[in-house]
């Protein structure tokens, strides 16, 4: 991991972080947003998309993160990014077509809606971390 360390350690100094959107606020998405606001010095949290935004908010919150901004538009999610203010939303294609998206972690158990999530991510031009077995058991790689 010493590489990949150093690798994110250079992103932060420069100040061009890895800008991550979590699709899924289940436990497993907590769990991940959890670790990428306190533990992962070059990443960020910029976006959760889940159909409750309670339990988008919920995610942020147990991270440590209170303010956040709902945004319903790619534009309001691009200008929240812009000023670094974390966003929630219903609806996970905005993270996927959003430009201040560098990546979207696919986390939500589902399979139909997982797979197109994951293919507008990919038709945008966005790394996708899958951690939804389901879709690739169902599926396969894509």
Avoid: W
Avoid at 39 to 65: C, F, H, S, W
Avoid at 78 to 106: F, H, K, N, W, Y
């Amino acid at each position: 991991m010493i590489i990949i360390d150093s690798a994110l350690q250079r992103l932060e100094r420069a100040g061009r972080p890895i800008r991550v959107g979590l699709v899924g606020a289940g436990f497993m998405a907590r769990g991940v947003a959890l670790q990428i606001v306190n533990a992962t010095p070059g990443m960020r949290v910029v976006a959760i998309a889940n159909r409750t935004l309670d339990k988008a908010r919920r995610a942020y919150q147990e991270a440590g993160v209170d303010a956040v901004r709902t945004v319903e538009t790619v534009t309001q999610l691009e200008q929240a990014i812009e000023r670094g203010l974390p966003a929630i939303t219903d609806d996970a294609l905005l993270l996927c077509r959003a430009a201040g998206v560098d990546a979207i972690v696919e986390l939500t158990g589902t399979i139909e809606h997982a797979a197109q999530v994951t293919l507008e991510a990919l038709a945008h031009r966005k790394h996708v971390v899958l951690m939804n077995a389901e879709v690739d058991g169902t599926i396969g790689p894509i």
